[in-house]
């Protein structure tokens, strides 16, 4: 079982930027994947980035340009920055972690942090 912390959420006024960490509970696995979500009001739940073990990257297009996800492997932790922050990107964002690069294992979720942008 892996427990994932979120941390870094809050209010921001449009244009600025913010960086929300998430720290795994145990050691994770060698191959694994993690990742952020957000889901915001009445909507589903979308995928923002996700980065696995070996560096590998991926972003949604809403998000291109405006966000970086990096892990410190070390501290099991992965980090996400957003700058240039938009009304639209207010949502609940959820931390992630799959034990394979394609989740077959199923995905274990964050409680959540919330992100509240300002216009």
């Known amino acids: 079982q892996v427990q994932l912390v979120e941390s870094g959420g809050g209010l921001v006024q449009a244009g600025g930027s913010l960086k929300l960490s998430c720290e795994a509970s145990r050691t994770i696995l060698s191959v694994n994947k993690m990742g952020w979500y957000r889901q915001a009001p009445g909507k589903h739940r979308e995928m923002v980035a996700t980065?696995?073990?070996?560096?590998?990257?991926a972003y949604a297009d809403s998000v291109m340009g405006r966000v970086a996800i990096f892990q410190d492997s070390a501290k099991n932790t992965v980090h996400l920055e957003i700058l240039s922050l938009k009304p639209e990107d207010t949502a609940i964002y959820y931390c992630s972690y799959c034990a394979d690069y394609e989740c077959y294992g199923g995905i274990y979720w964050g409680q959540g942090t919330q992100v509240a942008v300002s216009s």
């Open positions: 980065i696995t073990n070996s560096g590998a990257t």
